[in-house]
């Protein structure tokens, strides 16, 4: 007796679950922060600006074989400036991620199938900053 019970309650699990996956949804499915960053992409130019003394200093720097791989497990993987990278990082919202700890927080300013805008702002003494801008594509 105890088996049929068993066996029926399988069976009307297994039911539920193909029938619930195999309903067609009416809504698309947005595509998450994550996996429109999954992917390597190619450093087109990283922008920095030293605020200090009062009058910015930019500099601007053209990747060439330059990359940043990121990759599903939370870890990005990148070569820039003749220097190879690993590095943690985290989405915090659709606008926001860190790179290497919580304290690098970047606004993420553009992110689509082929251009990935990344800005990081680092305050230092009263009235000087960092501005870091980073443009890629896929």
């Given at each position: 007796?105890?088996?049929?019970k068993t066996t029926t309650g399988i069976l009307f699990f297994a039911m539920t679950v193909l029938l619930y996956t195999?309903?067609?949804?009416?809504t698309p499915v947005p595509e998450s922060v994550q996996s429109k960053l999954i992917g390597?992409?190619?450093?087109?130019?990283?922008?920095?600006?030293?605020?200090?003394?009062?009058?910015?200093?930019?500099?601007?720097?053209?990747?060439?074989?330059?990359?940043?791989?990121?990759?599903?497990?939370?870890?990005?993987?990148?070569?820039?400036?003749?220097?190879?990278?690993?590095?943690?990082?985290?989405?915090?919202?659709?606008?926001?991620?860190?790179?290497?700890?919580?304290?690098?927080?970047?606004?993420?300013?553009?992110?689509?199938?082929?251009?990935?805008?990344?800005?990081?702002?680092?305050?230092?003494?009263?009235?000087?900053?960092?501005?870091?801008?980073?443009?890629?594509?896929?």
């Amino acid at each position: 007796m105890k088996s049929i019970k068993t066996t029926t309650g399988i069976l009307f699990f297994a039911m539920t679950v193909l029938l619930y996956t195999s309903c067609k949804k009416d809504t698309p499915v947005p595509e998450s922060v994550q996996s429109k960053l999954i992917g390597k992409w190619k450093i087109q130019s990283i922008v920095e600006n030293d605020y200090f003394s009062g009058s910015a200093h930019v500099t601007t720097y053209s990747g060439a074989a330059d990359y940043a791989d990121f990759r599903s497990d939370n870890k990005l993987y990148s070569y820039s400036q003749n220097y190879y990278d690993t590095s943690a990082y985290g989405i915090i919202s659709d606008t926001k991620m860190w790179i290497d700890s919580n304290n690098n927080v970047y606004d993420i300013q553009a992110l689509t199938s082929t251009q990935l805008k990344l800005y990081l702002k680092e305050n230092g003494l009263p009235g000087e900053y960092t501005e870091t801008t980073v443009n890629c594509s896929k």
